[in-house]
């Protein structure tokens, strides 16, 4: 059973930074794209990054380019959300989700999804 846990969300203040991480089971990590997504409540899910399986090719939403960060450690299954200066809009549920095929802005080519961790940036 494939499972993917968000972690590390929570309250912070404009300009502050928070890291998540999403551990994942049951599938072969190494093989897998990895993305991460937002959902702010009344919108739809929108693309935040995203990462091939080893790491080589990265994709950001124009949003976010230059504060925030995606990178993956396959040793740990894991892949991760650096996000710095944090800003009211990026208020939302993020969800990381994998790829079997290639890295993605579409929410519809991936297989798996997390269950989300709610990030509130307090101006």
């Known amino acids: 059973q494939v499972q993917l846990a968000e972690s590390g969300g929570g309250l912070v203040q404009a300009g502050g930074s928070l890291r998540l991480s999403c551990a994942a089971s049951?599938?072969?990590?190494?093989?897998?794209?990895m993305g991460w997504f937002r959902q702010a409540p009344g919108k739809e899910r929108e693309f935040v990054a995203c990462?091939?399986?080893?790491?080589?090719?990265?994709y950001y939403a124009d949003p976010v380019k230059g504060r925030f960060t995606i990178s993956r450690d396959n040793a740990e299954n894991t892949v991760y959300l650096q996000m710095n200066s944090l800003k009211p809009e990026d208020t939302a549920v993020y969800y990381c989700?994998?790829?079997?095929?290639?890295?993605?802005?579409?929410?519809?080519?991936?297989?798996?999804w997390g269950q989300g961790t709610q990030i509130t940036v307090s101006s």
């Open positions: 990462i091939s399986w080893s790491g080589a090719n990265i």
């Open positions: 049951g599938l072969p990590f190494s093989r897998y794209a």
């Open positions: 989700a994998a790829n079997r095929i290639v890295p993605s802005r579409v929410p519809g080519d991936y297989d798996y």
